[in-house]
């Protein structure tokens, strides 16, 4: 603010002489000097005047920014800490899904659902299921079968003679259907298939 006076009284220095010219030469019986004080303070008004209206957007006369929300010129950088903030707290909880399946093995059971898994993990169930599909590609009845089909994986290398029933019950299916399309599904064969090439690939080691 002050250097915005000091220029205009330097600019008003020479208007002011400019201007009591003008004013004398064009109203009858006004003097130079009688011009003089008025030219001066009109000059310094108008320059005032632009001052104020160059001083930059946001800032108050007190010299305080205005404030934002942050949000206001941010970068594509900023933008993108923000996303993955939030895509972090839902990664979390996602985290905390996989470690109940894998530590728990609820999946046994074959009536875990949504529900049980949100309350194991303390979130929602919108949540719950948004992050499930998001990070693992599948949806919460597929995600839980993929874990049922490992473990049934890991029951057939264990023993090869088990019947496919038992291996379907003992995985957490509620039916021998179910269990054979979620094989196909993840594996790309029928548990049958798959249990004669894995006896094959072991013999011939």
């Not at 728990?104 to 898994?117: A, N, V």
Request: proline share 4%; net charge positive; with cysteine.
């Amino acid at each position: 603010m002050k250097k915005i006076i000091v220029r205009s009284v330097f600019s008003s220095l020479f208007s002011v002489f400019v201007c009591a010219l003008f004013l004398g030469g064009f109203i009858p019986g006004l003097s130079l000097w009688t011009g003089i004080p008025c030219a001066f303070a009109a000059s310094l008004a108008l320059a005032l005047m632009a001052g104020a209206a160059s001083r930059p957007r946001g800032e108050d006369p007190g010299g305080k920014q205005e404030e934002t929300d942050g949000t206001a010129g941010a970068s594509p950088e900023s933008a993108t800490v923000k996303s993955g903030a939030a895509g972090k707290r839902g990664y979390e909880v996602y985290q905390r899904v996989v470690r109940y399946m894998e530590e728990s093995k609820p999946f046994l059971d074959e009536s875990l659902g949504l529900e049980q898994i949100s309350k194991a993990v303390f979130s929602n169930k919108v949540y719950v299921s948004k992050n499930i599909n998001y990070y693992s590609g599948r949806n919460v009845r597929q995600f839980i079968n993929w874990y049922r089909i490992q473990h049934a994986i890991g029951l057939l290398k264990a023993d090869p003679h088990l019947k496919m029933e038992d291996v379907s019950v003992l995985s957490g299916f509620h039916s021998s259907v179910s269990f054979n399309m979620a094989f196909r599904l993840f594996e790309g064969k029928t548990p049958t298939q798959w249990l004669e090439e894995y006896v094959d690939s072991l013999r011939k080691h």
